[in-house]
């Protein structure tokens, strides 16, 4: 079974500008999450999908990221425009909503993002 | 928001059994406990999770107290491979459905 991809894996951008990352659940995996983790820190959650719908976006800073899972497979998050502290690894999870797998989160490798 | 308490390190010697614990003293009856673990530039791994019994899986075994309020994860042997962080997580049941709240983790060593 493949596992959770994540693109780019890293990338430099300066203040200002923006950047996307793409990411390819899970084949079959309803629930998509993105996370923030800042160095030192534990994952954030930004927002969770599940299938094409928004569960929880409470702490995605709305004013600059958005996120979309338009045909509730693959999703893109978008910083526009990036600051110094937007630098963090961004991670991907998804998880099933049935079977013995349904509480599990499988995560991807992240992309880390370096703003300068 | 349910919050999690865990040692910011922690060091085994290999082949010896390692005790994490955690506090989650603000628990409630609807909420699992879930451990994570995130090696060096890896996203973090499920490895076990509970709710009011003990759990044994492949990879460690949950310890949940009593009243709920901690749980340790024990890892038999520790290896080399085991050095990472671990969390402790509370899945809260809101209305949106489950929420997945992590904290800062206890960093394991391993020494050989």
């Known amino acids: 079974e493949a596992g959770v991809a994540q693109s780019p894996r890293y990338k430099i951008i300066e203040k200002r500008q923006s950047v996307a990352f793409w990411c390819n659940p899970i084949?079959?995996?309803?629930?998509l999450y993105w996370y923030q983790q800042i160095l030192g820190q534990g994952p954030k959650l930004l927002i969770q999908?599940?299938?094409?719908?928004?569960?929880?976006d409470s702490q995605l800073p709305k004013d600059r990221f958005s996120a979309e899972r338009l045909k509730g497979v693959d999703s893109t998050l978008k910083i526009q425009p990036a600051k110094l502290e937007d630098s963090a690894v961004y991670l991907c999870?998804?998880?099933?909503?049935?079977?013995?797998?349904?509480?599990?989160?499988?995560f991807g490798a992240g992309t880390r993002l370096s703003v300068l | 928001d349910a919050k999690t308490t865990q040692p910011n390190s922690m060091e085994s010697n290999e082949e010896e059994p390692v005790h994490l614990p955690c506090n989650h003293s603000?628990?409630?009856?609807?909420?699992?406990i879930h451990w994570y673990r995130q090696l060096p530039s890896q996203g973090p791994e499920y490895v076990i999770h509970?709710?009011?019994s003990n759990v044994n899986n492949r990879m460690a075994s949950l310890a949940i107290a009593e009243d709920r309020k901690s749980s340790t994860l024990i890892l038999h042997r520790a290896t080399l491979r085991d050095a990472a962080v671990y969390y402790c997580?509370?899945?809260?049941?809101?209305?949106?459905?489950?929420?997945?709240?992590f904290g800062a983790g206890t960093r394991l060593f391993v020494k050989a």
């Open positions: 999870a998804s998880s099933p909503l049935v079977g013995l797998a349904k509480n599990i989160q499988y």
């Open positions: 084949s079959g995996h309803a629930t």
């Open positions: 999908f599940q299938n094409n719908g928004v569960v929880d």
């Open positions: 603000t628990i409630s009856g609807t909420d699992y």
């Open positions: 509970g709710l009011t």
């Open positions: 997580i509370l899945r809260v049941l809101n209305t949106g459905g489950f929420k997945t709240i």
